[in-house]
């Protein structure tokens, strides 16, 4: 086998489309970057960061995401070879690896760069929508900036949540930023290969009826509460119960709803025992009198995390109860709850009441809006290609994963993405 004698450069290469901007897309595209590869990155939402913009804190070590994201937003302003469309969606992929022609479907934002985040459209705005950043927990107008820290940080408008003819917002703006009569436009773009880094979404909580979630309010899920725990949240960092306000005093947190079971996601979804106790210790350090109760099935917290896990058990006010959860009732005339499960190491049926229940529901792969070509597995998650292709993917949307292993995986692809390149460039 023959050795290059000098690296090569990606400098004159074909690009490589990145489609997904959470933190395994952002990796990715910083990765090829880099070391000289042209990346677009095409993100589907009004701005960069994906879930890990609206956690609270990250486990293990209980620092704000914001902090990462910030040092990778960094990397990516000072690189010029990185583009990003936002709003941006791959419809289509022809052609073999390092030879790809792929179309991008590209919604108008009606907000130009010369937006100087005065929020004027917004306060002339009338129309209100649920806000996507918060889970529908807040709302915004239709004239919103997606997030405090959004990338990039420019107002968009929804119109389907705009009133018929409305301009107001148009009108408002003094820098004449906004154009309402922007259309979706297509693209065509030429690249060597392609990563999908689309990520997950929750399971549907609603879907597993016996634990009440919809139908009771006190029962929420675990991307809602990082949601009630962060500062920018919609109770400002304070985790409230939804019926009454009322600070949650005991609360039980329900392992696997949804996850290791052949009714709803066969699988386990990795991250969900690692969440819920560093959510035990949010709702710990808020209410310093708070007892928690974490049913679970097994608890699968891997390699470091076995350590948060075991500081986190020693409180005694954290009791771990080995059971899955049969039912969560409501006693109608406080909004309480009443979570009935077997004690396994006990051998005992018990139902104990408390003030808030979060499901841990797990991770389903965003693979739905991808364009043909990538291979799935049995659960819609992508497979990982064999020998040379062109079409990779790195991420949750891959396997679910903590962010440390989004990482490593959306480092693994870029990696792959740069053979790809190097091969298309010396073949011409
Ligand atoms: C409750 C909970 C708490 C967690 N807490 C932690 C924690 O504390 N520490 C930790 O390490 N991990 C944590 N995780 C795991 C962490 O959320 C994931 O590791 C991380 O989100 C993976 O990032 P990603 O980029 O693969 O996916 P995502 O964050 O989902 O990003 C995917 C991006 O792709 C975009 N996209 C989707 N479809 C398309 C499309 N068709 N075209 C273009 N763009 C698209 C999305 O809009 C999004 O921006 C937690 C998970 C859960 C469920």
């Given at each position: 086998?023959?050795?290059p004698?000098?690296?090569?450069?990606?400098?004159?290469?074909?690009?490589?489309?990145?489609?997904?901007?959470?933190?395994?897309?952002l990796?990715?595209?910083?990765?090829?970057?880099?070391?000289?590869c042209?990346?677009?990155?095409?993100?589907?939402?009004?701005?960069?960061?994906?879930?890990?913009?609206?956690?609270?804190?990250?486990?293990?070590?209980?620092?704000?995401?914001?902090?990462?994201?910030?040092?990778?937003?960094?990397?990516?302003?000072?690189?010029?070879?990185?583009?990003?469309?936002?709003?941006?969606?791959?419809?289509?992929?022809?052609?073999?690896?390092?030879?790809?022609?792929?179309?991008?479907?590209?919604?108008?934002?009606?907000?130009?760069?010369?937006?100087?985040?005065?929020?004027d459209?917004?306060?002339?705005?009338?129309?209100?929508?649920?806000?996507?950043?918060?889970?529908?927990?807040?709302?915004?107008?239709?004239?919103?900036?997606?997030?405090?820290?959004?990338?990039?940080?420019?107002?968009?408008?929804?119109?389907?949540?705009?009133?018929?003819?409305?301009?107001?917002?148009?009108?408002?703006?003094?820098?004449?930023?906004?154009?309402?009569?922007?259309?979706?436009?297509?693209?065509?773009?030429?690249?060597?290969?392609?990563?999908?880094?689309?990520?997950?979404?929750?399971y549907?909580?609603?879907?597993i009826?016996?634990?009440?979630f919809?139908?009771?309010?006190?029962?929420?899920?675990?991307?809602?509460?990082?949601?009630?725990?962060?500062?920018?949240?919609?109770?400002?960092?304070?985790?409230?119960?939804?019926?009454?306000?009322?600070?949650?005093?005991?609360?039980?947190?329900?392992?696997?709803?949804?996850s290791?079971?052949?009714?709803?996601?066969?699988?386990?979804?990795?991250?969900?025992?690692?969440?819920?106790?560093?959510?035990?210790?949010?709702?710990?350090?808020?209410?310093?009198?708070?007892q928690?109760?974490?049913?679970?099935?097994?608890?699968?917290?891997?390699?470091?995390?076995?350590?948060?896990?075991?500081?986190?058990?020693?409180?005694?006010?954290?009791?771990?109860?080995?059971?899955?959860?049969?039912?969560v009732?409501?006693?109608?005339?406080?909004?309480?709850?009443?979570?009935?499960?077997?004690?396994?190491?006990?051998?005992?049926?018990?139902?104990?009441?408390?003030?808030?229940?979060?499901?841990?529901?797990?991770?389903?792969?965003?693979?739905?809006?991808?364009?043909?070509?990538?291979?799935?597995?049995?659960?819609?998650?992508?497979?990982?290609?064999?020998?040379?292709?062109?079409?990779?993917?790195?991420?949750?949307?891959h396997?679910?994963?903590?962010?440390?292993?989004?990482?490593?995986?959306?480092?693994?692809?870029?990696?792959?993405?740069?053979?790809?390149?190097?091969?298309?460039?010396?073949?011409?």
């Amino acid at each position: 086998m023959s050795v290059p004698s000098a690296l090569p450069t990606f400098r004159n290469g074909k690009p490589v489309l990145v489609i997904g901007g959470g933190i395994a897309g952002l990796t990715t595209a910083l990765e090829a970057a880099e070391v000289g590869c042209q990346v677009i990155l095409a993100e589907k939402s009004p701005a960069l960061g994906g879930r890990v913009a609206r956690m609270h804190q990250y486990f293990p070590k209980l620092c704000p995401p914001t902090c990462g994201l910030e040092i990778n937003l960094r990397r990516l302003r000072e690189n010029p070879r990185i583009t990003v469309l936002t709003l941006a969606e791959a419809e289509e992929i022809r052609g073999v690896p390092g030879n790809y022609e792929v179309t991008l479907r590209l919604s108008p934002r009606f907000v130009s760069e010369t937006c100087t985040l005065c929020g004027d459209c917004a306060q002339a705005c009338a129309a209100e929508k649920p806000d996507e950043f918060n889970y529908g927990l807040s709302k915004t107008k239709a004239a919103y900036l997606p997030s405090g820290n959004a990338y990039p940080a420019r107002y968009v408008i929804d119109r389907a949540a705009c009133p018929e003819g409305c301009k107001a917002c148009q009108e408002a703006c003094a820098y004449g930023s906004i154009d309402l009569s922007q259309k979706v436009e297509r693209k065509t773009i030429q690249v060597a290969a392609v990563v999908a880094a689309t990520g997950w979404a929750p399971y549907d909580a609603t879907k597993i009826d016996y634990l009440g979630f919809g139908k009771y309010p006190n029962v929420v899920t675990n991307v809602i509460l990082e949601r009630l725990a962060a500062l920018d949240g919609p109770t400002a960092g304070r985790i409230l119960r939804p019926s009454d306000g009322k600070e949650p005093q005991t609360v039980a947190f329900v392992q696997c709803a949804g996850s290791r079971d052949d009714n709803h996601l066969p699988y386990c979804s990795a991250v969900c025992c690692a969440a819920s106790i560093k959510q035990a210790t949010y709702i710990r350090k808020l209410y310093t009198q708070a007892q928690i109760t974490i049913f679970y099935i097994d608890v699968r917290t891997l390699g470091r995390l076995e350590d948060f896990y075991a500081s986190v058990a020693a409180d005694p006010k954290i009791a771990f109860v080995k059971g899955k959860v049969g039912a969560v009732e409501q006693d109608p005339g406080n909004h309480d709850l009443l979570v009935t499960a077997e004690d396994i190491l006990s051998g005992k049926k018990k139902t104990q009441r408390f003030d808030l229940v979060v499901l841990a529901t797990g991770i389903v792969p965003q693979t739905d809006g991808l364009p043909a070509g990538f291979a799935l597995d049995e659960f819609k998650f992508l497979s990982v290609p064999e020998g040379r292709a062109g079409l990779y993917s790195a991420g949750c949307v891959h396997r679910p994963e903590e962010v440390s292993a989004a990482v490593q995986d959306a480092t693994g692809a870029a990696l792959k993405a740069l053979q790809c390149v190097s091969r298309s460039s010396q073949h011409g």
